[in-house]
């Protein structure tokens, strides 16, 4: 048949973020060296191991979505003024940093 072939599931340990929008990301690595930082065109998809990542800043965080765990992250827990920081605790969930 020609159905359309579903994207590889993210694994349960990784952070996906993707872009409805243009987006800029930080990655901090728990060691603090950058993972990534920049503008992130939109439509593009980005995933990290949550066991990688300390802290993660998005601007434009209204045209993002994330997703940890398998599950959606509510953006709005984590923005204020249209950027979301995150820092990933040790069981690799998501917090809100200050």
Do not use: C
């Given at each position: 048949s020609m159905a359309p072939v579903a994207a590889p599931a993210?694994?349960?340990?990784?952070?996906?973020?993707?872009?409805?929008g243009?987006?800029?990301?930080?990655?901090?690595?728990?060691?603090?060296?950058s993972l990534e930082k920049g503008l992130v065109p939109a439509n593009s998809e980005r995933r990290y191991a949550a066991a990688q990542v300390a802290r993660l800043t998005i601007g434009n965080a209204s045209a993002v979505d994330v997703e940890n765990h398998g599950r959606?992250?509510?953006?709005?827990?984590?923005?204020?003024?249209?950027?979301?920081?995150?820092t990933v605790s040790s069981d690799g969930s998501l917090v809100a940093a200050d």
């Amino acid at each position: 048949s020609m159905a359309p072939v579903a994207a590889p599931a993210a694994t349960a340990g990784d952070i996906v973020v993707r872009t409805r929008g243009e987006s800029w990301i930080t990655v901090t690595a728990i060691d603090g060296s950058s993972l990534e930082k920049g503008l992130v065109p939109a439509n593009s998809e980005r995933r990290y191991a949550a066991a990688q990542v300390a802290r993660l800043t998005i601007g434009n965080a209204s045209a993002v979505d994330v997703e940890n765990h398998g599950r959606n992250v509510d953006m709005g827990a984590f923005a204020r003024a249209n950027v979301a920081r995150f820092t990933v605790s040790s069981d690799g969930s998501l917090v809100a940093a200050d």
